[in-house]
């Protein structure tokens, strides 16, 4: 007896299109190399005595010390111009928290599984690993102080080392996946530029001025 047609979703699973294949490659490319780059996964890992200095690297970029430090800074400020850069700093940390806790809850991507669960602070979203936060308040962070702090030339480059650091460090922490990071760094470019449009002054937000 002739058999059966096959149901349309079998035969698209039998012949998967092209942009599965090159998906499902370069997925499979990005587990490979984050987990060969992970040399600071454990303490047993390839270069495994410098986690230590990875993690202070890593609590550098957490959100917390920076809301805490902004918020502390907006407070002790006596300099309207200085309080109006450091509220849409206080704006930018939070519009980031929001949209990688949105992120990663509609991903749901996991960790790799060579991440020791030891980090500084988490809630339940840091279960997930894309996009990484670190990654996105970085370049985020960067694009802002570039943008609205006077700086010399040595200190312009120590704040885009920082930014790549840190990003760089969540792959060798084994927190994260390389794409998480890559797509942690746009997301946070991104981000800048609508802190940049919904900015905050006097005359577009007298309601939050008045308060400090």
């Known amino acids: 007896p002739a058999a059966a047609p096959l149901p349309e979703e079998d035969c698209m699973k039998l012949n998967p299109s092209f942009v599965g294949i090159a998906l499902s490659s370069l997925l499979a490319i990005d587990l490979w190399a984050s987990k060969r780059l992970g040399v600071c996964a454990g303490e047993g890992s390839a270069w495994g005595s410098a986690r230590p200095l990875m993690k202070v690297i ?6 917390i010390p920076w ?28 519009l980031d928290l929001v949209m990688v806790a949105v992120v990663k809850g509609l991903v749901k991507r996991p960790r790799p599984t060579h991440n020791k669960m030891d980090m500084f602070v988490t809630i339940s979203v840091d279960k997930y690993s894309f996009p990484s ?15 609205h702090l006077v700086l010399a030339i040595p200190l312009r480059i120590l704040v885009v080392l920082w930014a790549l650091i840190v990003s760089i460090s969540r792959v060798m922490l084994g927190r994260h996946n ?23 002054s006097p005359l577009t937000a007298p309601a939050l001025f008045a308060l400090w």
């Open 58 to 63: 890593e609590v550098s970029g957490h959100g």
């Open 133 to 147: 936060g670190h990654a996105t308040r970085a370049a985020l962070v960067c694009r802002f102080v570039l943008r």
């Open 67 to 94: 809301l805490l430090g902004t918020f502390y800074g907006l407070c002790q400020s006596d300099s309207s111009a200085a309080r109006e850069v450091l509220l849409n700093l206080l704006f930018a940390l939070l």
């Open 178 to 200: 390389m794409t998480d990071v890559l797509f942690g760094l746009v997301l946070g470019y991104a981000l800048y530029n609508v802190v940049e449009h919904c900015w905050l």
